[in-house]
């Protein structure tokens, strides 16, 4: 994704999360950008979209988000090839390349759709070559063909990264999905397969792991079907020490993979290795399928790597974590991405650009626990998706063990229009423990009468400082005061 395009996604995303406006000051200020290239992005964004301006501004206020037509937006939509941007085209060529390694396409077929000059083919080849490079593969050209070479696990690698890229949320939207360049009957049958694992092992795969388990099975097939058995070799596998360990973990996993790999080579008329029962055995133990109840049924490792996380993060947050549900909860989810981590099975986290800047704090957080996490326990590096998945752990810890937020209300006199808002925000914030309702004068005796106070809403602008969180609303308390409270509360949420 381009700069551009990235400094737009964090733009509307940091609007979708701030109801009501926001000036250019705060836009350039959050996002680490100047007011020129705000003004620029959002007349890009405006320009580009279809219906209409997304991104409302109004003299004085600033910008806001028209949430509905960002919530449509996100839908898929079907598009031609020349619809496509010259990094989503390289990405689908990259994708077909990868799908027939090693085996040589002809470049006039290649391109055939999208009518293009041979210096951009050029240019495409030079960034597809780039970008391989991360997956240790190689771009070849020899006369009008091109292709890539490499180890078959690099391969599976990189075809698992672009697809996952597509952000599909639910498995079932892939029956139906224009966007993607993919066989029909195979989506249906691999679809199938998921359900029949899910009913031989009684739990149900969710989101994202029921994604990973059907790029890997659809990245077989396709594999299989373009370039032949013999091209799909992968590594060796030292067979007696994966026995050992099917026995110790879970017999059935093992059996449903059996029979998974067994259905495929009916459906595709050909004998598939053993070594593939294995690889979809470890996508499976790599995928969190229900909850254990009990601490004893964890190793050793998972106990206390799980315990470490609690600890640090508990340090971390000034907060207490002694539940032994929030232990469960975290260890099941531990378990398998210690799997992940051992057979570099990465899992795509879709919402991981909206979780760094809705808990940005707590992410960072996650981050440098994980970097101690890894060194302790001699673990490969815990990459961004996984720190994602594991933030929202701990933002649900602190969402559901926050105290209430002591609040003051200020008005001229004390009584009258702030008895009225204080009835408004009670029925409305319940996070909120207002503790009194105050006169101006009474100001200065706030921190000596009123300790701990977080957060003083006042009717009346203050001209002092005060050494609390000050929010000015109207008497009325409108909607955007209403939205505005509630970023304040999330501003403090993060603060503490």
Not at 245 to 250: A, E, S, T, Y
Not at 417 to 442: G, M, N, Q
């Amino acid at each position: 994704m381009s700069s551009k395009k990235i400094r737009e996604q964090k733009l509307l995303l940091f609007l979708s999360e701030h109801p009501g406006y926001t000036t250019s000051e705060e836009l350039a200020s959050q996002l680490a950008i100047s007011r020129k290239t705000v003004y620029r992005t959002i007349k890009d964004i405006n320009e580009g979209f279809p219906e209409g301006e997304l991104i409302i501004s109004e003299k004085g206020r600033g910008y806001t988000l028209d949430y509905e037509k960002y919530i449509r937006s996100n839908k898929e939509v079907s598009r031609n090839t020349s619809d496509f941007t010259p990094a989503e085209r390289r990405g689908r060529i990259m994708e077909e390349l990868l799908l027939y390694s090693p085996k040589a396409r002809n470049v006039s077929e290649l391109y055939a759709d999208y009518f293009i000059s041979e210096t951009v083919i050029f240019n495409d080849e030079q960034l597809i070559a780039d970008a391989l490079k991360q997956y240790k593969l190689k771009l070849v050209r020899k006369s009008r063909t091109v292709s890539i070479t490499g180890e078959e696990e690099d391969i599976r690698r990189a075809i698992t990264d672009r697809i996952q890229r597509m952000n599909i949320v639910n498995v079932n939207d892939l029956k139906n999905n224009k966007e993607l360049n993919f066989n029909h009957y195979d989506v249906l049958y691999i679809l199938d397969q998921i359900k029949t694992i899910e009913k031989k092992l009684d739990i149900t795969i969710h989101y994202p792991y029921d994604i990973n388990i059907f790029s890997h099975l659809y990245i077989l097939i396709s594999r299989i079907r373009k370039v032949g058995l013999k091209h799909i070799t992968g590594r060796e596998l030292e067979t007696e020490s994966i026995e050992n360990k099917i026995q110790q973990n879970d017999q059935a996993l093992y059996q449903a993979a059996d029979s998974t790999i067994r259905n495929l080579s009916n459906y595709l008329t050909v004998e598939l290795p053993e070594s593939e029962i294995i690889y979809l055995y470890q996508y499976l133990m790599s995928s969190r399928m229900g909850s254990s109840t009990t601490i004893a049924t964890f190793s050793s490792t998972v106990t206390e790597l799980t315990q470490l996380y609690l600890n640090e993060m508990s340090k971390r947050m000034n907060i207490v974590i002694q539940s032994e549900s929030i232990f469960l909860d975290l260890a099941n989810h531990i378990k398998p991405m210690l799997n992940r981590l051992r057979h570099s099975i990465r899992v795509k986290n879709s919402l991981l650009d909206q979780i760094q800047l809705t808990y940005q704090s707590i992410y960072n957080e996650v981050v440098e626990v994980s970097k101690e996490v890894s060194e302790t326990f001699s673990l490969p590096s815990i990459n961004a998706d996984e720190n994602g998945f594991l933030t929202l752990y701990f933002a649900r810890i602190i969402e559901t063990n926050q105290l209430p937020i002591r609040t003051i209300i200020m008005c001229t006199t004390g009584v009258g229009t702030s008895e009225l808002l204080k009835v408004k925000i009670d029925k409305k914030f319940p996070e909120l423990e207002i503790v009194d309702v105050i006169a101006y004068r009474d100001l200065r005796e706030v921190s000596q009468n009123y300790p701990g106070t977080e957060l003083i809403i006042t009717t009346l602008r203050i001209e002092e400082d005060v050494p609390v969180k000050t929010l000015l609303v109207s008497a009325m308390f409108t909607e955007d005061d209403k939205n505005r409270l509630q970023n304040k509360i999330k501003e403090i949420y993060n603060g503490r």
